[in-house]
């Protein structure tokens, strides 16, 4: 796995911008030596910022939305159309003002859809629809996303993968139903570290001092069992995106001094 990079920007609108203009170089160029490209979204403020950043950014059309197979890293299993849900607020924030094909936007399920409240059914739905993205050149039952976004709980949590729960402690698994979240609602739907071990590059999203802690932890070394963010990492690339806040207690020694 690839060793942390660090790039810290003043503010979280600036990081929002820049990850917005940095996301729309990956995805064309993926789309030019490959023909397509495949991203996992995030939620949370700072997800929902870079989709927000995105819908106004001067380069968002150079991608060809009808090329761009979109993911998820985890999910409220919650009703459809529920406002709290992931797939929701990104359609809000972006989704829904681009040409993007409906067969390639891979929402995980929702409370009341074909598995009912079976959260784990849910989640092996999930797991099989990947599995059938996944092209004899991947690695494993998932597709090698070109670029896996996740934002950093201040718990140092990422995606659905919470401190000392099952779900981070999982090594077979792609997809797995989480019961008892310390955050709301308690139920959710989750990809594993081995699935989002398989994108090429992995990007984790942090701004506010909220989010201080969490980074310095996760960067310290910690174990990922006790720092699930410290266990998210890129084939090809791991990068941490942070405002001044959220940096704010690593050591300069650890990011360059070009950052901005």
Known sequence: ?????????????LMAQAAAARLITKIVDAQASRGSASVVLTGGRN???LLAALATAPARDAVDWSRLDLWWGDER????????????QAREALLDAVPLDPKRVHAMPASDGPHGHDVE??????????ARAAGPEN???????????????????????FPELPAVRETERTVVGVHGAPKPPPTRVTLTLPAIRAAREVWLLAAGEDK???AAIA??????????????????????????????????????????
């Open 1 to 13: 796995m690839s060793t942390p990079q660090l790039v810290v920007h003043h503010d979280k609108e």
């Open 47 to 49: 997800g929902n910022g």
């Open 77 to 88: 299993f919650l009703p459809e159309g529920d406002p709290e849900r992931n797939v929701t």
């Open 121 to 130: 059914a849910a989640a092996e739905s999930y797991a099989e629809e990947l």
């Open 139 to 161: 690695h494993g039952a998932v597709p090698t996303f070109d670029v896996l976004m996740l934002g950093v709980g201040p718990d140092t949590h990422v995606a659905s993968l």
């Open 212 to 214: 201080a802690q969490a």
């Open 219 to 260: 960067l310290s070394g910690a174990g990922e069992i006790q720092a699930p963010a410290a266990g998210a990492r890129g084939r090809a690339r791991t990068l941490w995106l942070l405002d001044s806040a959220a940096a704010s207690q690593l050591p300069r020694s650890l990011y360059p001094p070009a950052s901005s």
